[in-house]
């Protein structure tokens, strides 16, 4: 698909079809959240109005409905990410459902040991710190290199046979870093340690195989992969999914129950406690044959495009600072930046009351990264596939004009 091509998707999303105040939206706030196209909005209506019950329970018409629509949703993520088989693909509701899954269920013991990087999203760092008190873990930093490229180095020098699990952001929020994961999961393998991979910001914007990567968990988001909010996928590799224990349970996770007994059934089910969010999951499934269609290899490529874009347009503005490594290739669709003596919560301000231009900026749930590196925080633009080579000018024009009222 061409950029022009890709650019054209853009009239699938009633959300930048729209002008504020006269003027068009630039929304470049995708690592918070993309927009999500008319398809998947109409998928989780047609749930809302066609067949609104609840699957695995009731024997009528509506429910066979959903239970064929759950299941065919569950297959397709299952391909998306190259699961051998569907009943990998567990339901949560985000990434952080499925990060804390994994901490809660895995059969943690006194004295094991848990490995991060130092650029762990909150979601992805504080289960550890409170397992590291409640079942005396120890969990241990891997710190990124100058040039804040990941450190295999005094990664290998961290790893142990007693490391049970390293888990680790796989692109990260902050810069859009992607860390060499294929090397980080044959180094753990081979000291016997599984791998739990944070993809909520990797899963939308390129190709992933679980399989060819060999990874034992993976957990990711459908609100940033223009699927619905509320919705997210573990997946874990049947027998350690076997020989887990759900952390959540009740009803749709077990076959009987006596008054002192309960029979569990077997994965994904007994990890999907309670009601399901099913226009979510039917949601999700659009989604990503949305994205399918599209290809992420070519949605890597444009954001990549769009980023050196604005990276080569401004260099002439000398109080701006990039976070991350100095090459675009490095940062894939996340520019995150500072403006010198510019409050960064003033630029995302600005820049959203000139030129309906939208980003975030704070510490982007990575406090810990910035506590330690003693930067206050940054403003963050984060592209997709439907933002353009057009809204990326207006964006260095408008830094541009805020970089000069300093
Ligand atoms: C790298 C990373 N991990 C985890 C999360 C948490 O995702 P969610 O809030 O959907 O659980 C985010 C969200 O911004 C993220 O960027």
Same mark, same amino acid.
């Given at each position: 698909?061409?950029? $022009?091509n890709l650019?054209?998707t853009r009239?699938?999303?009633p959300?930048?079809n729209?002008?504020?105040n006269?003027?068009? &939206?630039i929304?470049?706030?995708?690592a918070?959240?993309s927009l999500?196209?008319k398809? =998947?909005?109409?998928?989780m209506n047609?749930y809302y109005e066609?067949?609104?019950a609840?699957a695995g329970?009731s024997?009528?018409?509506f429910?066979? +409905?959903?239970?064929?629509?759950m299941?065919?949703a569950? /297959?397709?993520? @299952?391909n998306?990410?190259?699961a051998?088989?569907s009943?990998?693909?567990?339901f $949560?509701?985000n990434?952080?459902?499925?990060?804390n899954? =994994?901490?809660?269920?895995?059969?943690?013991?006194?004295?094991d040991v848990?490995v991060t990087?130092d650029r762990?999203h909150?979601? #992805?760092?504080?289960?550890?710190?409170?397992i590291s008190?409640?079942?005396k873990?120890?969990?241990k &930093?891997v710190?990124?290199?100058?040039?804040?490229?990941?450190d295999?180095?005094?990664?290998?020098k961290?790893m142990n046979k007693?490391?049970k699990? &390293? %888990?680790? =952001?796989?692109?990260?929020?902050?810069?859009g870093?992607?860390?060499?994961?294929?090397?980080i999961?044959r180094i753990?393998?081979?000291y016997g340690?599984? =791998?739990?991979?944070?993809?909520?910001?990797?899963v939308?914007?390129?190709?992933?195989?679980v399989k060819?990567?060999n990874?034992?968990f993976?957990?990711?988001?459908?609100?940033?992969m223009?699927?619905p909010?509320?919705i997210?996928?573990?997946y874990?590799?049947y027998?350690?999914?076997?020989?887990m224990?759900?952390f959540? &349970?009740?009803? /749709?996770?077990v076959?009987?129950t006596?008054? /002192?007994?309960?029979?569990?059934?077997k994965?994904p089910? +007994?990890?999907?406690a309670?009601?399901?969010?099913y226009?979510?999951?039917?949601?999700?499934?659009?989604?990503a044959?949305?994205?399918?269609?599209?290809?992420?290899?070519?949605?890597?490529?444009?954001?990549?495009?769009?980023?050196r874009?604005?990276t080569?347009n401004?260099t002439d503005?000398?109080?701006l600072?990039?976070?991350?490594?100095?090459?675009v290739e490095?940062?894939?669709?996340?520019?995150s930046?500072?403006?010198?003596d510019?409050?960064?919560h /003033?630029?995302?301000?600005?820049?959203? #009351?000139?030129?309906?231009?939208?980003?975030?900026?704070?510490?982007?749930c990575v406090h810990?990264?910035? #506590?330690?590196?003693?930067?206050?925080?940054s403003?963050? @633009? %984060?592209?997709?596939f439907?933002?353009?080579k057009?809204?990326? +000018?207006i964006?260095v024009?408008?830094?541009k004009e805020?970089s +000069?009222?300093?």
């Open positions: 698909m061409t950029t $022009t650019e054209k009239f699938d999303f959300a930048i729209q002008k504020i006269g003027r068009p &939206v929304y470049f706030d995708n918070c959240m999500r196209p398809q =998947v909005i109409q998928a047609e066609q067949y609104p609840c329970r024997m009528h018409k429910a066979s +409905k959903v239970n064929e629509k299941s065919e569950r /297959d397709i993520m @299952a998306f990410i190259g051998k088989k009943e990998e693909i567990i $949560t509701r990434t952080t459902e499925g990060l899954l =994994v901490a809660n269920s895995l059969n943690f013991k006194h004295g848990v990087s762990e909150n979601s #992805n760092l504080i289960p550890w710190q409170i008190k409640t079942k873990i120890v969990h &930093v710190r990124s290199k100058k040039d804040m490229t990941f295999l180095e005094i990664f290998e961290n007693n490391v699990l &390293v %888990s680790m =952001v796989h692109t990260s929020n902050l810069d870093y992607t860390l060499p994961v294929e090397k999961i753990a393998h081979d340690s599984l =791998v739990m991979l944070d993809c909520a910001q990797s939308p914007h390129k190709k992933i195989d060819k990567l990874v034992d993976v957990a990711f988001s459908g609100h940033k223009v699927g909010s509320g997210g996928i573990l874990g590799k027998h350690l999914l076997e020989e224990n759900p959540l &349970v009740g009803g /749709d996770t076959s009987n006596t008054y /002192d007994s309960h029979t569990l059934l994965p089910e +007994k990890f999907e309670g009601l399901q969010n226009a979510g999951n039917i949601g999700l499934g659009a989604a044959k949305y994205l399918d269609n599209i290809g992420r290899e070519n949605i890597e490529k444009h954001e990549i495009e769009i980023n874009f604005i080569q401004i503005i000398p109080s600072s990039i976070l991350g490594p100095e090459e490095q940062r894939g669709g996340i520019f930046f500072n403006i010198k510019i409050h960064f /003033d630029v995302a301000m600005m820049l959203d #009351n000139i030129a309906n231009i939208m980003i975030r900026s704070g510490q982007h810990s990264w910035f #506590n330690a590196n003693k930067i206050e925080g403003a963050r @633009a %984060s592209l997709y439907y933002n353009t057009e809204e990326a +000018k964006f024009e408008k830094l805020i +000069k009222l300093r």
